[in-house]
């Protein structure tokens, strides 16, 4: 932002990496403002903002009138509340790949629970038995494969794909 607004006074910043509220990684910079009146509001804005993976840059041009820290505080943390109130949000799901193998009797069974655990099947083989190559919600992945044992009497047959859960 530095390069990108080099007349700017400051350009104060803040973040959260991981899941909202996490405060695993989170760093602020006040960008020579006063200690605490830029990085922390802001900081504190976005921890509590329910969003995770999030970072805000408020670039700020001096004109001459001194906000004072109380001032500065209500300006950098307004300015964050004012961005997360208009921003576009989506939902980040991680998803794992498995293969299930099942009878062909379990063929529908199959099929009526990928809508239940938001879950796709991105391929099927049909030979001896049927193969579904499926793309479940990490978050699922437990609960999926239970589901599909209960389905099949036991009988379904599992593979996770190379760095899916397991």
Not at 83 to 105: D, H, K, Q, W
Request: hydrophobic share 40%.
């Amino acid at each position: 932002m530095n390069e990108e607004f080099p007349d700017a006074t400051h350009n104060c910043w803040a973040y959260v990496i991981g899941a909202p509220g996490s405060t695993d990684r989170i760093g602020m910079s006040d960008a020579g403002e006063p200690h605490g009146t830029a990085g922390r509001p802001m900081l504190t804005i976005l921890q509590h903002s329910g969003v995770g993976d999030i970072a805000a840059v408020v670039t700020r041009y001096y004109g001459g009138t001194n906000l004072g820290t109380g001032g500065l505080v209500k300006a950098y943390g307004g300015s964050v509340q004012l961005a997360l109130a208009t921003m576009p949000r989506i939902e980040r799901i991680e998803y794992a790949t498995m293969s299930v193998v099942v009878g062909y009797e379990s063929i529908s069974a199959v099929r009526q629970l990928l809508a239940r655990f938001e879950s796709t099947s991105d391929g099927e083989v049909y030979a001896e038995r049927a193969t579904f190559r499926l793309r479940v919600p990490t978050a699922h992945v437990n609960a999926m494969r239970t589901a599909l044992m209960n389905a099949t009497g036991g009988r379904a047959e599992f593979e996770m794909d190379e760095g899916g859960a397991r």
